[in-house]
């Protein structure tokens, strides 16, 4: 227990086994929090500087090196842009190929997440080994998920790490029903597990800790939306994406390298799973609303650690939504359009497994590429992410050093940011003095 007149400092100089560099510093005092900072230090990877001059066709094979958890994300906002420049609209043939390959790179991204990186931490464990140890058939059912995922993606987009068949108008390739019967096989073995996973994670020890959010995601008028859509806020938004700059700003924090988005009127905002749940939950097919209702999540979830759940129910959703279209699936025929370059500038966005990506390029006659701006979930998010952890090390303040490091911890990956895409990796430093 702290006492009057005494400090306690969590210092976290390098997160160990992430991807990206960064360190949290929090300092409370007779029992108060003083500071809270969640530092990014790795130095800036200057993706929209050496955009430019390249082609406009070589967006989405560029930008998919941005991540290599979500890189469809990347290339689905980076086609969505350049085709919205370029004054174009894909079939509704490709639209739907797209959407399946989404579904792919959320199967895979939410299972690596939910149980190899986040369950651990609820069940008191070090890492995704110790949880096979005790719980043998759920990781190796999570494992036949994530496999299940990966060959979605690979089918579609060529490999599973980094597609290489997406390109502006739709597809090098588009696959034969013959080749997608062998995934949907995959994905229909899945489904059991999917199915009883909500209220599987619904029953972890999960704190009470309730938050008032501005959601911030896409919406469509009859779908679950992941690959297009408008921006709704629960504030009241409701965009295209080129209105998306008139609304939030990114700006420079002398702690971080990342930059920090709000509200043009300068408060934080939620993107990811929780705002899409919010605002969308009830465009969710039966059998993902059956799961969600059954893991006590209601209409909307302002509990961060809830997340996990909320992720669980995007499998779910994500496992359905790809058999279905793989049963109406017609390949498009010709598996994209021909784009020219023209003059102008487009924006895209969709919906990452993290949340909101929004992309905005500018273009000359040549197709080359002039201006790029990307901000990524993790940006949004960072603001609200070191408000969750003010508000949750001020909650359990009281606890002793080591459970206050696990909420710590917890606290950042709810979010499943970018930088944290390993297990247990705040090693903190404690000083008191």
Not at 144 to 152: D, H, I, R, S, Y
Not at 176 to 196: K, N, Y
Not at 281 to 305: H, V, Y
Request: charged fraction near 25%; include cysteine.
């Amino acid at each position: 227990m702290p006492e009057n007149g005494r400090e306690r400092r969590f210092v976290t100089e390098a997160l160990a086994r992430v991807e990206g560099e960064g360190a949290m510093h929090v300092t409370l005092r007779d029992g108060r929090v003083e500071d809270v900072r969640l530092r990014i230090y790795e130095p800036p990877r200057f993706f929209e500087a050496f955009l430019r001059g390249r082609q406009f066709t070589e967006v989405p094979d560029i930008t998919a090196r941005i991540c290599g958890i979500c890189p469809v994300a990347y290339q689905m906002s980076a086609v969505a842009a350049m085709e919205d420049a370029c004054g174009v609209a894909v079939s509704p043939q490709i639209r739907a190929l797209r959407r399946l390959l989404y579904c792919g790179e959320w199967i895979e991204s939410h299972t690596l997440h939910v149980f190899m990186l986040h369950a651990p931490d609820f069940l008191g464990l070090q890492n995704a080994f110790e949880m096979a140890a005790e719980h043998r058939e759920v990781v190796e059912s999570a494992l036949a998920l994530k496999k299940a995922g990966n060959e979605l993606v690979r089918v579609i987009g060529g490999r599973e790490i980094h597609p290489i068949n997406v390109r502006v108008g739709g597809f090098y390739r588009a696959p034969t029903r013959a080749e997608l019967a062998p995934v949907a096989r995959g994905l229909e073995s899945a489904l059991q597990f999917a199915t009883i996973a909500p209220s599987f994670l619904s029953g972890l020890p999960i704190p009470e800790f309730e938050q008032e959010y501005e959601f911030v995601a896409l919406s469509e008028p009859d779908t679950y939306a992941i690959e297009g859509g408008r921006l709704r806020s629960s504030g009241g938004l409701n965009i295209g994406p080129g209105e998306y700059p008139e609304h939030f700003v990114e700006e420079h924090v002398e702690h971080s390298t990342a930059l920090h988005s709000h509200l043009r009127d300068g408060g934080s905002y939620l993107v990811g799973p929780l705002a899409r749940y919010a605002l969308s939950q009830d465009r969710l097919s039966p059998l993902a609303s059956s799961a969600a209702a059954e893991a006590g999540l209601g209409d909307a979830c302002r509990n961060p650690f809830q997340s996990i759940v909320v992720r669980a129910v995007e499998i779910l959703y994500a496992v359905e939504e790809a058999l279905r279209l793989i049963e109406a699936y017609e390949p498009p025929d010709p598996p994209a359009i021909e784009v020219e370059p023209c003059v102008g500038t487009g924006a895209g966005w969709t919906e990452a497994p993290r949340g909101l990506l929004w992309h905005q390029y500018a273009i000359d006659e040549q197709g080359s590429i002039l201006d790029a701006r990307i901000v990524p979930p993790t940006s949004q998010n960072q603001r609200r992410i070191e408000q969750d952890l003010r508000d949750s090390v001020q909650r359990f303040a009281e606890l002793p050093d080591q459970e206050l490091q696990v909420r710590c911890e917890q606290t950042i990956r709810n979010y499943d940011p970018c930088i944290s895409c390993a297990t247990h990796f705040l090693k903190l430093e404690v000083e008191r003095r």
